[in-house]
């Protein structure tokens, strides 16, 4: 009899153990790798996280992304041995990118087959986003897109009178997409927003209707059993007007948008976003059109941002907050522009975040073949090996 207490506790640690993930700490590791721009990569990402560890702070990196056409298999052992690295350093990540893609998009990790509007089909980087998948410590996933297309970066007729159709112009995901990329063991969604159809008007109320859009793709995230941070994918500007009004690009910290407008933004959009599945809202995707150019755009982008956390955390907001840093944010430039973490956090759930593309720019465009990319490593080559130090603890995880 006395033993029954004893299979109980056995049982029911078993049962904690399903339920709550244990995060068992990692080790350092030495990575080694097999060509100079697949060291160049993995020496960023080492860059990126002393800088983390320097400032005992958090991080997260919010694209990666790489080629399937030309020169795809080169590519993907650039992409094994970073995540490698990143695995060793224990990063949240999530891949660029997911959604409905044309079938010709040659960095689609998941897209629709044919012209459908359902995310059901893998492209070949699936693999190894797949085997890097989120555990015990940190969470791993893809972007979602769609929100985010037809926007000024590619439409000189968008604004924030024309914002596009939705479903023909741009959309979000369905919930058999969802359904699909949990089944693929994605945990993580960077799902993009966009500044000018949530809010036309600068410190103006969010827009009905395009609150309700986003409020219906994240019940379908939850749904789905998948996290989400939402993001809003900008670069700095809002475009006034568009159509039919001639458009007015404004620039964030100059006439007409100044840095407390993303603080307003914010302040609004925290509250609306409050479905249990958003564990982390990203400011601004990458802040590169910003009304000051050079140290003066970053410390610019260092006192927006820091406007919009207080502006978060006064609605009550507790949940993580992902930073980007201004250019150049890559991995293997961080800490030119930002030599010192700057975010005051009462709360201690920031995390600065960068991107990480391979080629020699860091732009994703990769324009240059891969045997020009060896021979075009600018910077001092980096060593075949890295030790790398994982570090102590993140905001984006189980």
């Known amino acids: 009899m006395r033993k ?29 790798t097999t060509d100079i ?3 160049r990569a993995v020496a960023g990402l080492a860059n990126f996280s002393s800088w983390l560890r320097r400032n005992d702070a958090t991080g997260f990196i919010g694209e990666i992304g790489w080629p399937a056409d ?43 087959v044919a012209h ?46 024309n914002p596009g159709r939705y479903g023909h112009d741009y959309t979000y995901e369905t919930p058999q997409s969802y359904e699909f990329l949990a089944g693929r063991g994605v945990r993580l969604v960077r799902l993009a927003v966009n500044w000018e159809r949530l809010q036309p008007v600068p410190f103006a109320p969010l827009a009905a209707d395009e609150v309700a859009r986003v409020r219906a793709a994240l019940d379908h995230a939850r749904a789905a059993d998948l ?15 568009g159509g039919l009004h001639r458009q007015t690009l404004l620039r964030l910290g100059g006439p007409g948008l100044p840095t407390t407008a993303l603080a307003d933004f914010w302040r609004r959009m925290a509250v609306v976003a409050d479905n249990p599945a958003v564990i982390g809202l990203g400011l601004l995707n990458e802040p590169t059109r910003l009304a000051a150019d050079g140290r003066a755009g970053a410390l610019l982008w260092e006192r927006a941002a820091q406007q919009s956390v207080d502006a978060i955390r006064a609605t009550g907001d507790r949940r993580a907050l992902l930073v980007s840093g201004y250019i150049p944010m890559g991995p293997p430039s961080w800490g030119l522009m ?9 709360l201690q759930r920031v995390a600065y975040e960068s991107h990480a593309y391979f080629d020699h720019d860091g732009s994703g465009h990769y324009w240059q073949s891969y045997d020009d990319e060896l021979r075009n490593v600018t910077w001092p080559h980096p060593t075949l090996c890295q030790h790398l130090t994982p570090l102590t603890r993140q905001v984006l995880q189980w």
């Not at 020169?71 to 990118?97: K, M, N, S």
């Not at 930002?338 to 009462?346: G, L, N, S």
Request: glycine share 10%; net charge negative.
């Open 4 to 32: 029954a207490p004893a299979l109980a506790m056995v049982l029911l640690l078993l049962v904690t153990a399903l339920v709550v993930p244990v995060t068992w700490p990692l080790r350092a590791r030495t990575v080694c």
């Open 37 to 39: 721009v697949q060291a």
């Open 338 to 346: 930002h030599p010192r973490a700057w975010i005051r956090d009462p």
């Open 116 to 161: 459908g509007m359902d995310v059901d089909v893998a492209g070949p980087q699936a693999k190894v986003v797949e085997r890097h998948g989120s555990a015990a410590g940190y969470l791993r996933g893809v972007n979602l897109a769609a929100g985010s297309f037809a926007t000024s970066e590619v439409n000189g007729g968008f604004g924030s009178a």
């Open 227 to 241: 996290l989400v941070v939402l993001d809003l994918h900008g670069y700095g500007d809002f475009a006034l007007g």
């Open 70 to 112: 030309r020169d795809a298999q080169q590519w993907t052992g650039v992409a094994e041995a970073w995540y490698d690295a990143a695995d060793v350093i224990g990063l949240p990540v999530t891949a660029w990118a997911a959604g409905t893609w044309p079938a010709n998009y040659p960095m689609a990790v998941y897209r629709p």
